[in-house]
């Protein structure tokens, strides 16, 4: 499995190095996913398979450039088919197709993600399967602003379950929010750049409110970083690590520190960020 695992991931930086050059970027910007640690010790070591929804996605982003509209959403059909992550992104990539193919995009889409999963889901005896939208993670491996998402549910609702529900919607329309509203210019090279990046933005708002923050997740913002190298997104991938302190913490039972993770993982990014923000032209 590690082996194929490890085949997915050369195939992926290879599409990535393609698809960098074709938007006039330096291939060797391909380093930042392929040489990550996160990914040799998540992805193939831990046989974590974001690594495959990856793939389809870089090469529905290779489709993107070339204006084949519909080719690209069943590419990115099969990557929501591998993780609902993707779903997230959809509002982005149909605003990014053609008015006149847009209707044939999302068909293709739906035919590559809804058959399959409608099938397995359903007619296989599989049941309803919505992956990291439903699972009821613990709260330290939340992202930052999950906790207080919940909390604030909580406090209104008597089923504590609804108040996760709810909280884990604000942060999916969040998401949706802003690949509905993330600007795109028009010259196919900028489109598909433009995409990228409202797509690395989208991913880094669920991760950071929505419940899902362990490690192999962040797999996902390691290609589209390539694109964007900017120092918040450099460092917040390089904080990374520090989850695993929380297993020091259980084995050496200390209490009272599990609030210093999340600090260490997404204090430095965040400040980075309000610097970059307040700096920009």
């Known amino acids: 499995l590690q082996a194929a695992l490890l085949a997915v991931h050369i195939a992926g930086v290879l599409v990535l190095a393609l698809l960098l050059s074709r938007l006039g970027f330096h291939p060797g910007l391909a380093a930042v996913y392929g040489w990550s640690p996160l990914v040799f010790k998540e992805l193939i070591n831990s046989a974590h398979y974001e690594g495959v929804a990856v793939l389809f996605v870089l090469c529905a982003a290779l489709s993107l450039s070339s204006r084949r509209f519909p080719l690209a959403m069943a590419l990115l059909g099969l990557a929501a088919g591998c993780d609902y992550l993707v779903l997230l992104l959809l509002p982005l990539w149909l605003r990014a197709t053609s008015r006149d193919r847009r209707l044939a995009a999302f068909t293709s889409f739906c035919l590559v993600f809804l058959l399959p999963h409608l099938y397995f889901s359903y007619v296989a005896g599989g049941g309803p399967a919505w992956g990291a939208f439903t699972r009821a993670f613990p709260g330290s491996l939340a992202g930052p602003g999950f906790p207080a998402l919940r909390g604030f549910f909580d406090s209104m609702l008597a089923d ?122």
């Not at 504590?160 to 509203?181: E, Q, T």
């Not at 669920?206 to 962040?218: K, N, S």
Request: hydrophobic share 60%; aromatic share 14%.
């Open 160 to 281: 504590p379950l609804n108040g996760y529900r709810f909280a884990v919607a604000l942060a999916a329309a969040a998401g949706l929010a802003l690949a509905a509203l993330f600007p795109l210019r028009s010259a196919a090279e900028r489109i598909t750049a433009d995409v990228l990046g409202g797509s690395l933005s989208v991913l880094a708002l669920w991760l950071l409110l929505g419940p899902a923050a362990e490690p192999w997740r962040f797999c996902w913002l390691l290609p589209l970083v390539a694109l964007r190298p900017r120092a918040h997104w450099m460092v917040l991938l390089l904080m990374v690590p520090a989850y695993y302190l929380s297993f020091f913490l259980d084995y050496q039972q200390v209490e009272g520190m599990a609030y210093l993770i999340p600090l260490l993982q997404f204090g430095p990014f965040s400040v980075l960020l309000l610097a970059n923000t307040l700096t920009k032209d």
